[in-house]
């Protein structure tokens, strides 16, 4: 007779199979809570990232190993590289809103940034790809001043972007803040706990879709917003883009990895 192990029934099976009924039902109890009225889509799609991430790292979806586990034997230069830019990405985003605050506090730039003229928005364009052109033109062990300089420039601009934003209010905005990093860390947890390579094959996939929302938003700007053109497009750029933006995250935390190593 076969043992009860080989039958699936061992404590560690009965345990796994409980764990995994258990996520089930939470699973079940999120959806629902996704609405799509009184700002609930997010607050469900961060359950929904909870649940995923606690799936991933407590399930596992593959017999393969992540990073989370490689980063036991990871050598201390790895470990500097992640640290290093995780350490410039937070160093990004407090300078782009000092630059927004600075920029909101100025009549002058923020009627210009408030401008809905294609003079405004090829300038904005124009800006954004140039800073960034020049960022990552500059090698950062030959020149390291010159590209810190590049890239304060660069949290500039893009915090002149979002200066806008501002008119909404604090409340909304530390709201939207709080929403950002829950999806943020939720999905940096989903991909720190995959195998090592699991979402590095999306590239393709994923510029196909950067293109598809691009063109919607373009197009958006072509059709009333209470057309059935209109409509479709804005849909498709604002959660087009919640989705698409969530995946190049999993894509990108892989990758920074994987070029650290």
Avoid at 41 to 55: D, K, P, Q
Avoid at 78 to 86: A, E, G, L, Q
Avoid at 164 to 174: E, K, V
Avoid at 191 to 205: D, Q, V, Y
Wanted: net charge positive; proline share 5%; aromatic share 10%.
């Amino acid at each position: 007779m076969p043992r009860r192990q080989d039958l699936g029934c061992g404590p560690g099976e009965v345990a796994k199979n409980s764990k995994r009924q258990h996520l089930n039902h939470q699973w079940r109890r999120y959806l629902k809570l996704i609405k799509w009225e009184d700002g609930s889509l997010l607050e469900g799609l961060l359950l929904v990232l909870e649940h995923c991430a606690t799936w991933e790292c407590y399930l596992g979806m593959s017999n393969e190993i992540g990073a989370i586990e490689k980063a036991v034997i990871w050598p201390q230069y790895v470990k500097d590289r992640i640290h290093s830019t995780y350490m410039y990405l937070a160093g990004s985003i407090g300078l782009t809103a000092l630059s927004a605050m600075a920029v909101s506090r100025t009549p002058v730039l923020m009627s210009f940034m408030m401008r809905s003229s294609w003079v405004t928005i090829g300038a904005t364009f124009a800006a954004m790809i140039g800073a960034g052109t020049l960022v990552r033109s500059i090698s950062y062990d030959r020149s390291p001043g010159p590209k810190h300089l590049a890239w304060l420039l660069h949290s500039g601009v893009m915090g002149a972007v979002v200066a806008p934003l501002t008119i909404l209010g604090g409340p909304l905005l530390l709201r939207a803040a709080w929403y950002t990093a829950g999806i943020v860390g939720g999905l940096s947890t989903v991909a720190m706990c995959a195998p090592s390579e699991k979402f590095l094959n999306m590239g393709a996939p994923l510029g196909v879709g950067l293109g598809l929302v691009f063109v919607s938003s373009l197009g958006s700007m072509f059709f009333p917003p209470t057309s059935v053109a209109g409509a479709s497009l804005y849909t498709v750029a604002v959660y087009g883009g919640l989705v698409l933006f969530s995946m190049f995250l999993l894509y990108d935390t892989q990758k920074v990895i994987k070029r650290a190593e």
